[in-house]
């Protein structure tokens, strides 16, 4: 689990929209054939580190949507970093890794210049719906939307966005409500709170 994420302040994050190494038996003159090695039961730790991603790719067979997914962290204000562009989704990288106990987070744009963007649809998602990440090593894992909330900008539970969870969470996080040309920005967060359902992770 990392903790930097306790570190980060986490009141500007929404202001915009190793496993150890496997031990050898000595060398003892014995063939190994005639060897019996105790079997060990692997720890809570270990089974958490195979579990947790990081993710690369996106699906969303609800909304047809497939998408990338790239690291991203804080920028000179301390909000987090969104895309440039209206395709991409961002890990919140500093935080928690898909997979392991804990919020992990992905964000992405609602619309990019008037056209709709990779979280357009993101306020259609219902409890049940399945959310599918792809790993840099071809591993996948799947998580069921639980709940889909609405918040005002300034007023978003962040610790229960992106803090710690004894649940693998993912939460997915896009802008919603109306535009105010004032402060140039969407006035409500909507986040998609999203739990593993699967505790294997298995090959794409």
């Not at 994420?5 to 150890?20: D, G, H, R, V």
């Not at 579990?51 to 690291?71: C, D, Q, R, V, Y």
């Not at 962290?73 to 804990?102: C, H, I, R, S, T």
């Not at 599918?132 to 978003?156: M, N």
Request: charged share 30%; with cysteine.
């Amino acid at each position: 689990m990392k903790k930097r994420l306790l570190t980060i302040p986490l009141m500007a994050l929404l202001a915009a929209c190793a496993a150890e190494e496997p031990q050898t038996v000595p060398d003892t003159g014995v063939q190994s054939s005639t060897v019996e090695q105790p079997v060990q039961a692997k720890t809570p730790e270990a089974v958490e580190e195979e579990n947790k991603i990081k993710p690369t790719f996106l699906s969303i067979p609800k909304l047809g949507l497939e998408a990338p997914i790239k690291e991203f962290g804080l920028d000179k204000n301390g909000n987090m970093e969104l895309p440039k562009n209206g395709k991409d989704v961002a890990w919140f990288e500093p935080g928690f890794q898909p997979g392991e106990k804990g919020n992990a987070v992905l964000a992405g744009h609602v619309d990019d210049e008037k056209k709709p963007a990779v979280f357009f649809e993101l306020k259609t998602l219902e409890p049940g719906d399945e959310i599918h990440l792809q790993g840099e090593s071809g591993e996948t894992l799947t998580f069921v939307v639980r709940e889909k909330v609405a918040y005002d900008k300034d007023d978003a539970p962040l610790r229960k966005i992106f803090g710690p969870s004894e649940k693998r969470m993912l939460n997915l996080i896009t802008c919603t409500g109306y535009f105010d040309h004032d402060i140039h920005n969407y006035v409500e967060r909507l986040v998609v709170y999203t739990e593993l359902v699967d505790d294997q992770t298995k090959e794409f």
